[in-house]
């Protein structure tokens, strides 16, 4: 059963997707919730980690294409189909790896292949999961086998535990810093400095390799020269031609002061809805 979140800011759209996914594909879809903004999309998604999720292209705020690009991070299993009354965003929405893209009015065939792809996928994950387990006719391995983790299989990667903290190295030992800590991060590859509260650190990774690490998580990357905690921020400030900054502490030598740090045009819009701002 593939628990379903549907996205669009037209209740009567998310209410026809409703009565045909309900009535004709009951058997494969459990519609776990709603949402008819950016905003409650994220929030949804992020909670419920759904299977699959049925999104609308032209949203208020974030368009459903930017939306995509979140999910990847929030949600990285779920499933995307895009259902939208606009056929010329279809290559965008496949470069995001949505896995269909079905044009309003959405006919019945066409929905019925969507839903068989969407099964097939969450079916094939499945598959894979179970080829790694025992089954009651598998005898005990020797005693010499080493157990692998859950999921994981000899030619598998192992499923790591991913600690809530950034591993910096200081030239004599490498620390081990909570994320919740984090103020920001910036610099220049290999001479990054990681502002926190209990000081600054010095790290020889590129923001690039932070970025990929904290996917997921309140650090984001709001400007090539900047990771951010979000929950660090205290003010919005808005700037000259639809720029923005983002107002944070920053521990220096006299104590915690504040810092304005830029957003990059092409996160702004992003960036306000993350933070609820209209």
Known sequence: MLRTILVDDEKPARDELRYMLETNHADAVHIIGEAD???NAISL??????DLI???IHMPGLSGLEIASVIHDISP??????AT?????ALQAFELQALDYVVKPIEEERLTKAIQRARQVLRDDTDTYATTQPTGNTPPAAATTTEAPPGASDTDEPLMPRPNKLAVDNGAHILLIDLDSIYFITGESGRLEVHTTT???SSNKTLADIQERVKGTTLYRV????IVNLNRVREVVPWFKGTYWLRLPNKTAKGEELIDIPVSKAQVKLIKEILGIG
């Open 37 to 39: 903004t950016a905003t």
């Open 45 to 50: 998604i992020t909670k419920s980690q759904p």
């Open 54 to 56: 049925f999104l609308d």
């Open 77 to 82: 299993n779920s499933i995307i189909i895009f």
């Open 85 to 89: 009354a606009y056929d010329e965003y």
């Open 199 to 201: 000081g600054i650190y």
């Open 223 to 226: 400007h090539r020269s900047y």
